[in-house]
């Protein structure tokens, strides 16, 4: 197209020669940025806050998503117009896709020399999903008008608080807001609702006697520590056993969310296979710590059990005898207390909290970054035992190194361990910092 002689399209986007970007989703529009095509006295950037994982934050040993707040802010400051809004969002409350949502953000924008008729018409010509098309579109373009509202800066977002039925469990709520600091309640309630899901009331209760000692007095990098070890600790007791494997397997939200994303229509069947391959270390941590130990050390009788379970088997948790099965292994959370692998998870949180109280009276950076080596013990089966692996030798270097080791190195450790599922670069690490 030209205007008088003048391009006013162009095939090639080249940096600092764009007028307007579009980003189907936030990392879009990181990208673009990155890539010196947004700037700040010529672009206007419209883009999705969503997010799509990508394969490398996906496939993180640790937490490799991406900063989404931080991609904003340095879109905010990179073009000289962005609007944004959640138009994935937009797109499914249309019926249509979000190519529409974002051509109504154009047209929103003010930034082409068209009138929305022409842009709608443009639509009306394509024939295809005509109507849910022109809802998203109209919807994208109010909001391109009108603007995004963006959160107050000096604003902080609180949770709504929940009002349990449960005595008990309104009683632990209560004791969280009367005792613990209230910029942290969301992360304890959220805590608190994880440790019920995953065991009982009393279990969340112990919880929050963890915590407590933490949270006493605690400011600055205290209360930073305190958030830190509340995240984890939640996260380690409601570590992944059989029994909570099942559990998740089973849920009737797991059932509708499939259902959802397989795109089920009405009259069709659906049918979800389980591959389950227990070990024989899942079956000695699931009986009582005495017997599993006995087991698991045993001759002829473990023998017999590996050669057992030396294939899996397909199980159809849709069928009613598949269910069935899944749900009395569930139903073993009510004995977890006793079971071996409890009791080895139980002392090794105990230890962990015991190493973060010792460093936190020295140095509390230190005992910061010894909280979040909890990442490396996650997952189930072999992932499990391959970062417990690793947490053991950065704990047994920490502890060589004494109150002395610097924070950034037990970070560096950490990152190591993260970066290498076989343990090869945080070995090299170790030999580096003379910590092997």
């Not at 998870?345 to 109280?357: D, K, P, V």
């Not at 990442?375 to 947490?391: C, I, Q």
């Amino acid at each position: 197209l030209a205007d008088g002689g003048r391009p006013v399209l162009a095939l090639m986007p080249l940096p600092g020669d764009v007028d307007i970007v579009l980003a189907s989703e936030l990392m879009e529009a990181g990208r673009a940025v990155q890539r010196g095509l947004v700037t700040a006295d010529r672009t206007t950037l419209i883009g999705s806050t969503h997010r799509v994982y990508s394969i490398a934050e996906k496939s993180a040993m640790g937490d490799g998503r991406v900063d989404s707040a931080q991609l904003e802010r340095q879109a905010e400051r990179a073009a000289k117009r962005y609007i944004r809004f959640d138009m994935a969002e937009a797109a499914e409350r249309a019926g249509s896709v979000i190519s529409a949502v974002l051509f109504g953000a154009v047209a929103g924008s003010g930034v082409l020399p068209f009138s929305r008729a022409q842009f709608e018409a443009t639509i009306e010509r394509g024939g295809v999903g005509v109507k849910p098309s022109l809802k998203a579109f109209g919807a994208a373009f109010d909001r391109a008008q009108n603007g995004e509202a963006t959160p107050d800066a000096g604003a902080t977002a609180t949770a709504p608080v929940p009002r349990p039925r449960h005595a008990a469990v309104r009683a632990l709520v209560e004791r969280v807001q009367q005792r613990f600091p209230a910029g942290s309640h969301a992360l304890l309630l959220e805590g608190v609702r994880r440790t019920i899901d995953y065991q009982d009331v009393a279990y969340a209760a112990t919880y929050l006697d963890r915590l407590a000692p933490f949270y006493d007095g605690a400011a600055g990098d205290g209360l930073r520590l305190a958030d830190a070890v509340a995240r984890y600790l939640a996260l380690w007791m409601s570590y992944e056993d059989t029994a909570r494997v099942a559990a998740l397997k089973t849920r009737a939200t797991r059932f509708d969310r499939v259902r959802e994303e397989s795109r089920v229509q009405p009259g069709q069947v659906m049918a979800i296979h389980e591959y389950m391959h227990p070990r024989l270390q899942e079956i000695c941590e699931t009986l009582p710590g005495g017997l599993g130990r006995w087991l698991a050390g045993s001759g002829l009788p473990r023998r017999i059990i590996e050669r057992l379970t030396q294939e899996g088997r397909v199980v159809q948790t849709s069928s009613l005898g598949g269910y069935l099965l899944l749900r009395a292994v569930a139903s073993a959370r009510r004995w977890r207390r006793t079971t071996l692998r409890f009791i080895e998870e139980n002392a090794l949180i105990e230890g962990w909290l015991a190493r973060i109280a010792r460093a936190a009276a020295l140095n509390p950076q230190l005992a910061i970054e010894i909280a979040e080596c909890q990442r490396l013990v996650k997952g189930y089966s072999d992932t499990h035992e391959r970062g417990l692996r690793n947490y053991t030798l950065v704990m047994d270097a920490a502890e060589r190194a004494g109150p002395q080791l610097a924070p950034a190195t037990l970070r560096e450790l950490r990152d190591a361990a993260l970066a290498d599922e076989h343990g090869n670069r945080l070995r090299t690490v170790l030999q580096r910092h003379s910590l092997a």
